[in-house]
């Protein structure tokens, strides 16, 4: 079994002995039970297949498929398996030798039959249309295969914001006070399109910070869908395009708001390119470069809020992307908990995985509810105004799920929060 | 019985929610973490997961009357291959069977359904002041269930003992699919000896007498308290003298664990700045209970440990306990990490030696490690003299796997040479069949009598604890 996401398959799946740690920790598992929905059955087939003792399946595609991601489990297996990365490229393996015919049952299956669900769809094929992920959803054959309705609203194009994050941010937006870095910002499909505000508070806090910040123009989506759908191919190609653009001028750091576009720098981008070949070069260069936009705030530049005091209550909710992938939890809360007036609380299970996972959301959307249900029970427990989070898709589902709650409580970016203190 | 139609029964009877039935679903409750599951694939012919004690009571009469085998299975944590279907049949998944039926803090119990977690139960008893002392350290995902049929416990069975100790009834669905109730119908007594103690006989039957639907489990109150000691020796022997030491002065510890030193070695590769000097010896004592208590036992076990270690610390604030711990804590995923290509497998993990000759047992199983070039790290209970002995090597190298073989049987038979038990918590399933025969003498043709009163057609797990082929 041989896939370009690289990875010795043989040695990696070796190292699960099947204690069954996993079985704990997987937020699909607690909700789906049986073996065949916990990592460590995953991943006894994926061994199956690898070791040619099953052949590639609808069934198997199916079950490979029901993985947030998240990364839970890799980070408390005791044997140190990297289950999720075993997933990316095992998928990345059934798609390339499959025609994805599965995926047509998954969203049968799933969603249509949900009217809340069908703005979240519409949104997401929206957003892909217009940043121009065609391919992604051509091959995925999501077009063919929504509802003529749901179809036709995408190809209408839904307004997915009122004015995209880079239409209002200039180019260069110099320091204010002694300039310390000069750093890119990298703005994603999603903040760029759905959560506009965040580039613009991102961009205000750095200039406040004594960063010289440039949105660079040019960059296309990250690659992160394409990888979770194992279109790897598709994502080298993002990969080659967006690293010539970030690493042409020497910045001192490449920024990002959202956690899923920071972890691809950081951890993708090297996975997908041969070893010793220029490109690896450049995805390590630019992995090295790539902060999230708290983490550089609290260890380079250091946090100065403004005055403008904010009494509110604040809670934050961990994306997967950021604690687990990136190691970074500590930062966005000092970020919040820099801001004068904020109390901040901290919920349940901040770090349990919200359900989003991209569009798993939209595929697996009874599944991804429960596991939502359980984060927006936490939140709720502590009456925050607001719940902070740093990812857009995380985002997206939290909002989703407040609202279905009754829930006042408003879902933002750290950075969000922290701009407002600026603002005389 | 055929097949096909077994599999088109079940839907039929429980709704297709309820049953896996594709090989891919089937192949995933081929396994438990046992090494020896893993080198053999026992397919169940169809998984059914049930959730109420009549749908598991048709699926017995249905059993009984087709003879049909029936496995039941927890979460499959087990080592020793108790929870896969040897020759076919049904696989009863009840690990998706979690609720509490009743939290009766005044009488100091609670009533679970067998699919509930240990740790799950732990935490839903924490706001009562309450816990179940049995602590495997797969507290976090062992069912209950699981649990009582393999009679599991923990660190702390120094202290507190296995799960016997807490299981005041059972209900259970006989083989035939009658429902019985053992410890009393209505019985909210912590105490009784009214009749033959059934309760005690499911405990550690590993599924072989029927499916525990129900469990009524004592509890105590949790301690105030907890200090810990880390006391390094030069010598092997002086730390079992130690140990021997602490319980002649009336102290009970809850819990004293080993690590020796290719324990402490694995540990510091692992964890760099754990830094543990290189000794022969690292043992941990973990004392609890009121705070004056915790204080006066601690320096007495200080000022005992301290006449053979080279060095002794004891701690009570949390931050340093947590480090002290660290060692303990790490060693399970530091010994699966001990060596790059290799990995840590459980086959003759699990063996009892009684205290007294445990430095002598390590000695010998570190010569067995060496005469079949496996390397074996060894931690564990100290304090019970049930030790953890873990093979390192590489499942796809043929020979390495023979080695390895080698390895557990050599040291299951010295556990039975030195007057020890092949287990000491994780029970016989298939993987220690072999050794029951030379381990119980007639004991063991008296429990198949108990087995066959019970199960005559022997559907209930068969080639657990007896060996196919036994009747
Ligand atoms: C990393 C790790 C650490 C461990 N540490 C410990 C430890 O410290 N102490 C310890 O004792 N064990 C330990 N174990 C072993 C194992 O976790 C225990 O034996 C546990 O009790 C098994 O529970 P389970 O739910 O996984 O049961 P399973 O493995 O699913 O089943 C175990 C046996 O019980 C039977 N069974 C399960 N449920 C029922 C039921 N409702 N009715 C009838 N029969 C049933 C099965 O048929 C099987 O024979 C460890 C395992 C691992 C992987």
Redesign the interface.
């Known amino acids: 079994m041989q896939s370009t996401y690289k990875m010795n398959f043989?040695?990696e799946l070796?190292?699960c002995?099947?204690?069954?740690?996993c079985?704990?920790?997987c937020p699909l598992f607690v909700e789906i039970?049986?073996?065949?929905g916990?990592p460590?059955?995953r991943l006894?087939?994926i061994k199956?297949l690898h070791e040619g003792k099953?052949q590639p399946?609808k069934?198997?595609a199916e079950?490979v498929y029901t993985c947030l991601l998240c990364k839970t489990c890799a980070v408390e297996c005791?044997?140190?398996v990297i289950s999720d990365e075993i997933i990316l490229a095992s998928r990345n393996y059934l798609n390339e030798v499959m025609d994805q015919p599965f995926i047509k049952g998954a969203i049968l299956k799933g969603f249509l039959t949900r009217p809340g669900m069908l703005y979240a769809c519409m949104t997401l094929a929206g957003l892909y249309q217009k940043v121009g992920l065609h391919s992604l959803l051509t091959k995925t054959k999501l077009y063919n295969l929504l509802p003529e309705k749901l179809n036709a609203a995408t190809k209408i194009m839904p307004d997915v914001s009122k004015k995209p994050a880079r239409s209002r941010i200039p180019t260069v937006t110099p320091a204010k006070g002694e300039k310390k870095f000069k750093v890119a910002y990298f703005i994603g499909c999603a903040t760029n399109h759905i959560y506009p505000d965040v580039p613009v508070s991102g961009v205000e806090v750095l200039s406040q910070n004594g960063c010289e910040v440039v949105a660079v123009e040019g960059v296309k989506c990250c690659g992160m869908p394409h990888m979770a759908y194992g279109e790897t191919d598709t994502a080298k190609e993002l990969a080659k395009h967006n690293m010539e653009i970030l690493l042409k001028d020497n910045y001192d750091a490449v920024i990002c708001d959202c956690a899923s576009c920071s972890s691809t720098f950081k951890e993708m981008y090297p996975h997908i390119f041969a070893e010793g070949t220029k490109e690896q070069e450049m995805a390590k260069t630019l992995a090295a470069k790539t902060f999230d936009i708290s983490k550089f705030l609290v260890a380079k530049t250091g946090i100065k809020a403004g005055k403008k005091e904010q009494k509110i209550k604040v809670t934050y909710h961990d994306p997967c992307h950021l604690k687990r992938a990136q190691k970074v939890f500590k930062e966005p809360r000092e970020v919040l908990k820099s801001i004068p007036g904020v109390e901040f609380v901290e919920m349940k299970n901040a770090d349990r995985c919200c359900g989003s996972a991209g569009s798993f959301t939209v595929m697996h959307h009874d599944l991804s509810m429960k596991v939502l249900d359980k984060k927006i029970k936490g939140a709720q427990a502590t009456k925050a105004d607001f719940l902070a989070t740093s990812c857009p898709t995380c985002t997206m589902q939290l909002s989703y799920g407040l609202k279905q709650a009754g829930s006042n409580a408003k879902v933002v970016h750290p950075v969000q929060l922290l701009a407002e203190t600026y603002k005389d | 019985m055929d097949k096909v139609k077994l599999v088109n029964d079940m839907v039929k009877m429980f709704g297709a929610e309820k049953v896996?039935q594709?090989?891919?679903?089937r192949?995933?409750?081929t396994?438990?973490?046992s090494?020896a599951s893993?080198q053999n694939e026992y397919y169940p012919d169809v998984?059914v997961?049930l959730e109420s004690t009549s749908d598991v009571s048709k699926l017995m009469k249905y059993a009984w009357d087709n003879n049909v085998p029936v496995t039941p299975r927890g979460?499959?944590?087990g080592q020793t291959g108790g929870s896969v279907a040897m020759t076919g049949g049904i696989v009863l998944?009840l690990?998706?069977w979690k609720d509490i039926v009743e939290i009766d803090d005044a009488n100091m119990q609670v009533v679970v359904r067998p699919g509930i977690?240990h740790?799950e139960l732990n935490a839903a008893l924490s706001p009562y002041g309450l816990f179940f002392p049995p602590d495997p350290g797969?507290s976090?995902?062992a069912t209950v269930g699981g649990m009582v049929s393999n009679n599991a416990s923990g660190l702390r069975a120094v202290k507190y003992g296995a799960t016997f100790q807490y299981v005041l009834g059972v209900e259970v669905v006989l083989p035939n699919g009658d429902v019985m109730k053992t410890g009393g119908l209505k019985s909210k007594a912590l105490k009784s000896v009214s009749g033959i103690d059934l309760t005690r006989i499911y405990c550690g039957a590993e599924g072989t007498l029927g499916v525990i639907t129900e469990i009524r489990l004592k509890l105590l109150p949790k301690p105030q308290s907890r200090g810990i000691m880390l006391a390094l020796f030069e010598k092997l022997e002086d730390s079992a003298l130690t140990v021997l030491d602490v319980f002649k002065a009336g102290i009970i510890p809850s819990g004293i664990e080993i690590l020796d030193d290719g324990g402490i070695r694995c540990a510091n590769m692992f964890k760099p700045d754990l830094n543990i000097p290189e000794v022969e010896a690292a043992i941990f004592f973990e004392i609890n209970g009121t705070k004056p208590a915790v204080e006066e036992e601690g320096a007495q076990v200080k000022a005992i440990a301290e006449k053979r270690a080279k060095s002794v610390e004891w701690a009570t604030d949390a931050d340093r306990m947590a480090k002290l711990w660290q060692g303990r804590a790490v060693i399970?995923?530091a010994s699966?990490?001990f060596k790059e290509?290799k990995?840590?497998?459980?086959a003759g993990e699990d063996v009892c030696f009684p205290i007294s000759k445990v430095p002598e047992a390590l000695k010998r199983i570190k010569a067995i490690s060496k005469e079949f070039d496996i390397p074996v790290v060894i931690y564990g209970h100290i304090g019970d003299g049930n030790m953890h002995t873990a093979p390192i090597m590489?499942?796809?190298i043929p020979d390495e796997v023979t080695r390895t073989h080698k390895v557990a049987e050599a040291i299951h038979r010295l556990a039975l040479e030195i007057g020890g038990s092949t287990t000491g918590e994780h029970g016989v399933g298939f993987a220690r069949a072999a050794y029951m025969e030379e381990e119980h003498g007639k004991a063991l043709d008296v429990m198949w009598a108990i087995k066959k009163a019970i199960d005559p057609k022997n559907i209930m797990n068969p080639g657990k604890i007896w060996k196919l082929g036994r009747e």
């Open positions: 043989t040695e070796k190292k002995v099947k204690c069954g740690t079985r704990a920790h039970k049986g073996e065949p916990s460590r059955g006894a087939l199956q099953i399946s069934e198997l079950i005791p044997s140190g | 896996l594709s090989e891919l679903e192949y995933t409750y396994y438990d973490s090494f893993q998984v997961r979460a499959g944590s998944d690990s998706g977690v740790a797969s976090a995902m399970g995923a699966a990490r290509g990995t840590r497998i459980f590489d499942p796809l």
